[in-house]
């Protein structure tokens, strides 16, 4: 199992762009068949720090989601209303392998 | 619903420590009665960066959880071992709320 989580930064001011950009990429995503999850967050501190929570099978599958028309459609889109670079952290489970 | 990230950042020589302190914190938190998900993991680019995935009902149930016998003994003895502060971050759903 592989978890990811990325981060994006976006302009307060532009959060109402960055939605529907947002709702579609989580509806798409989960559509593809090695979705396992794929959750969206924002932090309760700050309106434009998005946070995806995401757990695939194996990193080919996270590999084909970057590679899907949704992804190189959107991801760019919502880029570019971002304040600061996305970061984003793959994980492996600690006691549950 | 109230997503947590919770990110530790151990000096990787004393991972060897940590790690039954965090098996007792996992498997104790798990059986808080509000406890919905308390997980762990590694970054896979950085072993002595461990990150929590949890999930309560409320801000209330997150607060119990930070008053319970075992997280305040076994915390400390958890930073113990850090190489930095760690760093918590506390999220709203956004489409699924």
């Given at each position: 199992m592989l978890k990811v989580i990325a981060q994006d930064f976006i302009h307060p001011q532009h959060i109402e762009q960055v939605m529907p950009l947002y709702q579609e990429l989580v509806a798409l995503t989960r559509q593809?068949?090695?979705?396992l999850s794929y959750e969206l967050f924002t932090n309760q501190k700050d309106a434009g720090h998005f946070i995806f929570v995401e757990l695939w099978p194996d990193r080919a599958a996270l590999d084909a989601h970057c590679a899907t028309e949704h992804f190189q459609r959107l991801v760019p889109q919502i880029d570019r209303w971002q304040r600061a670079p996305g970061t984003y952290l793959l994980m492996d489970p600690v006691f549950d392998a």
């Open positions: 593809e068949p090695h979705c």
